[in-house]
């Protein structure tokens, strides 16, 4: 793993990969707990879970042919901004989206949020080049667990002081903070991301 050497030669890949899992590691470990302090049971909040889980494996086939038509950095873009419009709309919505409204937005948030590993894994590897393709499969996801890793305990500290939907504004936080910075390397370098 040269984790230097890929921050070098596609920042974009290696920040994503990182803030990705920053958002998912508390998504996936603490969307559980927080139906159920809103008030789902057992039954509703395992369809939840199962509904973010088919929207993860929904989406994956159209966002996979939009990032081979378009410039996959402007396609992680959309989905990043719309992931974070979405999670400040959980987060100003409270239990109004209790029952079948949040599974149904589970469903289009499990799509969104899953497939941004995807599209920034093919095109740090569209960077790299195959002879490096192990090396950064590996950087990628230690990368990945990394952010995974630390995620829910930042996440924690933003329930506690801001209430157990915190957990959205946390990852709408860093959504947005990934579009932004996604959106200056474009501006950078229009062709393809080079530090």
């Known amino acids: 793993m040269r984790l230097l050497w890929l921050l070098r030669t596609t920042p974009v890949g290696f920040v994503c990969a990182t803030l990705i899992g920053f958002a998912n590691g508390p998504f996936w470990s603490l969307t559980p707990v927080y139906a159920t302090k809103l008030g789902m049971d057992g039954v509703a909040t ?55 409204p ?17 599209a920034s894994s093919a095109y740090t590897n569209d960077i790299t080049g195959r002879d490096n393709a192990v090396g950064v499969a590996s950087a990628l996801l230690f990368l990945y667990c990394v952010g995974a890793v630390l995620g829910p305990i930042t996440a924690y500290y933003v329930m506690h002081w801001l209430g157990d939907s ?6 709408a936080g860093i959504h947005a903070a990934m579009a932004v910075f996604i959106s200056l390397r474009v501006l950078r370098s229009p062709g393809k991301d080079v530090a």
């Not at 879970?49 to 966002?63: H, Y």
């Not at 949040?102 to 995807?118: E, K, M, N, P």
């Not at 915190?166 to 990852?171: E, P, R």
């Open 46 to 100: 395992g369809t939840l879970i199962s509904a973010i889980t088919l929207g993860s494996a929904a989406f994956q086939f159209p966002v996979g042919r939009l990032s081979d038509a378009f410039d996959r950095r402007k396609v992680l873009i959309g989905l990043t901004t719309l992931t974070a419009l979405v999670e400040i709309g959980i987060y100003g919505s409270g239990k109004l989206l209790m029952g079948w």
């Open 102 to 118: 949040f599974i149904i937005i589970g469903f289009v948030l499990g799509g969104i949020i899953s497939t941004q590993y995807y």
């Open 166 to 171: 915190g957990l959205y504004l946390h990852n």
